[in-house]
Nanobody, 124 residues
Framework: QVQLTESGGGLVQPGGSLRLSCAVS????????IAWFRQGTGKEREGVSS????????YYMESVQDRFTISRDNANQTAYLQMRHLKPEDTATYFC?????????????????WGPGTQVTVSS
């Protein structure tokens, strides 16, 4: 049974940083493409970033390019989303998602497994 568990969310001031983690169990992380999605209150879910199984193919939504960095540590069964220069518009619940495929984009229908989410609030 594949399980994804996010952590690292919280309240941060504008300009601050957070690192989200996605712990994977029930399957070898090596076999999974990982993506991060987010959904703000009253908004549609949007794809933030994805990383291929070999870490060579990365995708970022335009508004987080150069501020967020996705990475993975297969040995520790964990993927990460480092977020810097956070803005109030980054406030959302962030979800980790996975698919059994070497790579994947930012469309949610590609992903088969989802975590419960972690809240990120950017506010002064």
């Amino acid at each position: 049974q594949v399980q994804l568990t996010e952590s690292g969310g919280g309240l941060v001031q504008p300009g601050g940083s957070l690192r989200l983690s996605c712990a994977v169990s029930g399957v070898t992380l090596d076999d999974l493409t990982i993506a991060w999605f987010r959904q703000g209150t009253g908004k549609e879910r949007e794809g933030v970033s994805s990383i291929s199984t070999d870490s060579r193919t990365l995708y970022y939504m335009e508004s987080v390019q150069d501020r967020f960095t996705i990475s993975r540590d297969n040995a520790n069964q964990t993927a990460y989303l480092q977020m810097r220069h956070l803005k109030p518009e980054d406030t959302a619940t962030y979800f980790c998602a996975a698919r059994r495929h070497p790579w994947g984009g930012l469309q949610d229908f590609h992903y088969d497994y989802w975590g419960p989410g972690t809240q990120v609030t950017v506010s002064s």
